[in-house]
């Protein structure tokens, strides 16, 4: 298989950037877009050339470390999938691929590929910890909690902090992102305690991170490869004026 490769590349966050591109054959369709870069890098290296900086983890969807602008589709041309979901075979053969980073103020260039998402870490620890007695185990179903509480509180968890939603938003918002992490612990009687603090907290040090406001268009929601319900950012709206 072959493919023309148009990547961004750019030496820090500082310095300007462009696409450089590369021809490649002798690709396999079953390859994901890490490993056709993988790929790429190897001969790269061979020629004494500097090897395009991206970042991977897992490789399994699980992590959100991958993730990049895959021919203006943020994550992946595929519904709800990662970068590194992504195979080849969703190309044509002979095709011209993009790749370029999130675009973001929150989320600032180190490198080629390579974004800084630190700003959605600031935003997590803000929400602190949850109160609890420590000591013996209790018993599992000494707290009872409804099916359907428990399921919305597990879907609003299964966030990854990829920040397709942010890359995507025409404003840059990270209400969809926020709003799961507030939700998820909200929905549950062991988030009860600090709640008020925690949304507020949080909220603000989405503001303070240069994150732009949510105008609900539901794009973030399109992107996201779990799937997170703009019903979180309901919440979050919803846990935020209640405190």
């Not at 990662?82 to 011209?96: A, I, M, P, V």
């Not at 993009?98 to 630190?118: G, N, Q």
């Not at 620890?125 to 018993?139: D, L």
Request: glycine share 8%; proline share 3%; with cysteine.
């Amino acid at each position: 298989m072959k493919l023309i490769i148009q990547v961004w590349r750019q030496e820090s966050r500082d310095a300007k950037g462009k696409f450089e591109k590369y021809n490649l054959e002798g690709l396999d369709e079953n390859m994901s877009v890490p490993e056709m870069l993988d790929f790429l890098n190897e001969k790269l290296i061979k020629r004494g050339e500097d090897p395009i900086a991206f970042e991977s983890d897992c490789r399994e969807g699980i992590c959100g470390q991958c993730g990049f602008v895959i021919n203006g589709h943020v994550q992946s041309p595929e519904k709800q999938a990662t970068t590194c979901q992504t195979h080849l075979r969703s190309f044509k053969d002979g095709e011209e691929v993009f790749l370029e980073p999130f675009r973001a103020t929150a989320f600032p260039i180190k490198k080629d590929l390579c974004i800084d998402r630190t700003a959605l870490d600031r935003i997590i620890a803000k929400g602190g910890y949850i109160g609890v007695n420590t000591g013996q185990a209790p018993e599992a179903n000494s707290i009872l909690i409804g099916h359907d509480t428990a399921e919305s509180a597990f879907d609003a968890a299964a966030c990854i902090g990829c920040g397709a939603c942010v890359a995507v938003c025409k404003n840059a918002s990270a209400a969809l992102f926020t709003g799961a992490k507030i939700s998820h612990l909200s929905m549950l009687p062991q988030g009860k305690l600090e709640a008020k603090t925690r949304v507020q907290k949080m909220v603000a040090q989405m503001d303070a991170e240069g994150f732009g406001s949510c105008t609900f268009t539901g794009a973030c929601e399109k992107v996201c490869p779990q799937g997170i319900s703009l019903a979180n950012i309901v919440t979050m709206n919803r846990e935020f004026w209640k405190s």
